[in-house]
């Protein structure tokens, strides 16, 4: 045993120290005769050994930590959204895919694919990846092996309003283009000059530059082909002047879509961990769509414009949890700035739609309505005067629109629902409205009764009978081959329901 | 039409466990909601397939269908904005 083993350890070297000397020592007590080599080696060798390995360690543990701490960070942050940050600030869409989402995001994914036989294991999921490229390839004249050793964590698509309209110039006949994240240039390169002599083999291919960044053009029948790599992206286009004016956003000389008031009030309302986003500037696609003739609902130019004016942008953000996987969107408008009748519809407020309580646990699925007295008046003005059976009754003859129609005594609350019926393959299915009065829609559907069985012949009024369930009364009129009925219940809400074999009327 | 009368006093699709599930990811209260139990409809769907086509749909289909449990869009306005979510339950 040495002397030295009863003695605490040195303290450990500072970081960085390669060989640092050992400490003044006390003097040995046990043995005073001098140290044969063979000692004299086993006392200053295991020193020096043990600061050199707890150097090495500390030095390993730091760097270790430093390392964790950095994926770690990477992990729970994910990559942030780096292709937007090219994205002219007058683009009207942005759609970007994160391969490398935030933590959360990858483990709820993780979650959900565990669910799925086919997609429950790394390699099946690999396997789905390689075959969706290499189906995406075929025609390209690309597979998963050309792609996946440049692929970066971004994808993305944008395009300018004239993408959806008419060309303005040739140069500028598809405003849009492909962002693809490259992790390895030279690859990334290597397959666009592959993509060239397959998919594009036809085309006259040319170069040019624009601000140091070289861009391929390729002219055939039809949309040019773009591409350039820039800050590590490729972007694959339709026109030179977009891919000219991304090249100067990307280099500051022009604005950027995330610097735009309505980008950042979007994106400010959606969930931050999120697998995708997509971002449309309504303004910017109004335009155009005026511009192709009444495209958008057919309404008219000054009503357009309105709209132009008062909606801002459409944000919509694709996030996963361990039950599901959800579309959060948001639309802003300035509802001073909206036309008359749809602010009417888009301010109505939301609530518990009464109609819900009417719905059976067992229903197949619904859809209710808190505003249908306001999107019915919205359309009914244009159409009073026609009728749903072609020439007569019209609307207000069935007691629908006019003063005492049943619009303007319904409360908003509606749903129609499709339910599972006991011992029968055919679903049912039920529409439900509320009303401040019985008796306007007492009358709406006398009417529409009557009518229906005048101009089909298939049922009469006078063979009407009544039934009773649980304290509210309904009406049936037998048609040929089935019946008819609906009725309201005590709390004013009347129904319109339709069972095999029989179809309920009030 | 009976049912439709009697959710008032049991609950109605209110007492379903998949739809208080579903709807806790959707806007509430909303000014529009859609609700479709999958798993019912596909079961329903299946029912009416003849028995060889049952047994291909239990062996190919059904392992990756089974999770999809319901899908619930619901939207709502404010003075600003209107918003709108759109859930698919897996479970």
Redesign the interface.
């Given at each position: 045993m040495n002397a030295y083993d009863d003695l605490p350890p040195p303290p450990p070297p500072p970081l960085g120290a390669q060989f640092p000397q050992p400490p003044p020592h006390p003097s040995p007590v046990v043995d005073e005769s001098p140290p044969s080599a063979d000692s004299a080696g086993s006392e200053t060798k295991p020193s020096h050994a043990r600061r050199t390995v707890a150097g090495a360690l500390v030095a390993v543990v730091v760097a270790g930590a430093v390392a964790g701490g950095i994926l770690a960070f990477r992990f729970v942050r994910g990559t942030a959204d780096s292709a937007v940050t090219m994205v002219p600030s007058d683009s009207a869409l942005y759609a970007n895919f994160n391969l490398d989402p935030p933590g959360s995001q990858k483990m709820a994914l993780n979650d959900?694919f565990n669910?799925?036989?086919?997609v429950n294991s790394e390699s099946q999921r690999d396997t789905w990846v390689n075959l969706a490229l290499d189906n995406l390839g075929t025609k390209a004249g690309f597979t998963h092996a050309d792609v996946r050793p440049w692929l970066g964590p971004q994808l993305a698509v944008a395009a300018q309003e004239s993408a959806f309209g008419r060309p303005a110039t040739p140069s500028h006949a598809a405003a849009f283009a492909f962002l693809i994240s490259s992790t390895d240039d030279g690859k990334a390169q290597a397959t666009l000059d592959k993509l060239r002599g397959a998919a594009f083999s036809g085309y006259t291919w040319s170069k040019q530059t624009h601000d140091g960044v070289q861009l391929t053009v390729g002219q055939g029948n039809g949309t040019p082909v773009v591409s350039a790599i820039v800050n590590h992206m490729v972007v694959l286009a339709g026109s030179t002047d977009f891919v000219n004016e991304m090249i100067d956003t990307a280099h500051g000389k022009h604005a950027s879509l995330d610097s735009t008031d309505a980008y950042k009030t979007a994106l400010s309302?959606l969930p931050g961990d999120r697998l995708a986003l997509l971002y449309v500037s309504v303004p910017e696609l109004l335009k155009q769509l005026g511009g192709i003739g009444g495209a958008f609902g057919g309404t008219s130019a000054s009503t357009q414009r309105e709209l132009a004016d008062a909606y801002r942008g459409i944000g919509a953000a694709l996030v996963a949890?361990s039950?599901?996987?959800?579309?959060?969107?948001?639309?802003?408008?300035?509802?001073s700035k909206l036309p008359a009748d749809l602010k009417a519809v888009?301010?109505?407020?939301?609530?518990?739609?009464g109609a819900?309580?009417?719905?059976?646990?067992?229903?197949?699925?619904?859809?209710?309505?808190?505003?249908l007295r306001q999107d019915l008046q919205y359309f009914a003005s244009a159409f009073s005067s026609v009728s749903p059976f072609g020439g007569s009754p019209t609307l207000d003859e069935l007691g629908i629109t006019g003063p005492n129609g049943v619009i303007s005594h319904l409360t908003g609350d509606a749903g129609f629902?499709v339910?599972?019926v006991s011992g029968s393959?055919m679903?049912a299915g039920?529409f439900?409205f509320a009303t401040d009065t019985g008796a306007s829609a007492q009358t709406f559907l006398d009417n529409l009764a009557a009518t229906v069985c005048q101009k089909t012949s298939q049922c009469s009024t006078s063979q009407e009978t009544k039934q009773s369930?649980?304290g509210?009364t309904?009406r049936r009129c037998p048609l040929a081959a089935t019946h008819r009925?609906a009725?309201p219940?005590r709390?004013q809400s009347p129904?319109i329901?339709e069972?095999s074999p029989r179809v309920?009327t009030r | 039409?009976?049912?439709?009368?009697?959710?008032?006093?049991?609950?109605?699709?209110?007492?379903?466990p998949d739809?208080v599930?579903?709807s806790s990811?959707i806007?509430?209260?909303?000014?529009?909601?859609?609700?479709?139990?999958i798993r019912?409809?596909v079961s329903?769907i299946r029912?009416?397939l003849p028995a060889e086509a049952q047994v291909l749909f239990d062996t190919t289909v059904a392992?990756?269908l089974n999770?999809v449990k319901g899908l619930a869009i619901s939207g709502?306005?404010?003075?600003?904005?209107?918003?709108?979510?759109?859930?698919?339950?897996?479970?």
């Open positions: 959900l669910k799925f036989p086919a309302q949890s039950d599901g996987i959800a579309i959060t969107a948001v639309q802003d408008y300035d509802s888009l301010t109505v407020p939301a609530d518990q739609n819900l309580a009417l719905v059976p646990g067992h229903a197949y699925g619904f859809l209710t309505l808190t505003g629902e339910d599972n393959n679903p039920a439900l369930h649980s509210v309904s009925q009725f219940h709390g129904a329901g069972s309920w | 039409m009976k049912t439709i009368i009697d959710s008032r006093s049991n609950g109605g699709i209110g007492a379903s739809y599930a579903i990811h806007n509430s209260p909303n000014n529009a909601a859609l609700y479709l139990d019912a409809i329903a029912k009416v392992p990756n999770p709502s306005n404010s003075p600003d904005h209107s918003s709108s979510t759109l859930f698919l339950q897996i479970g």
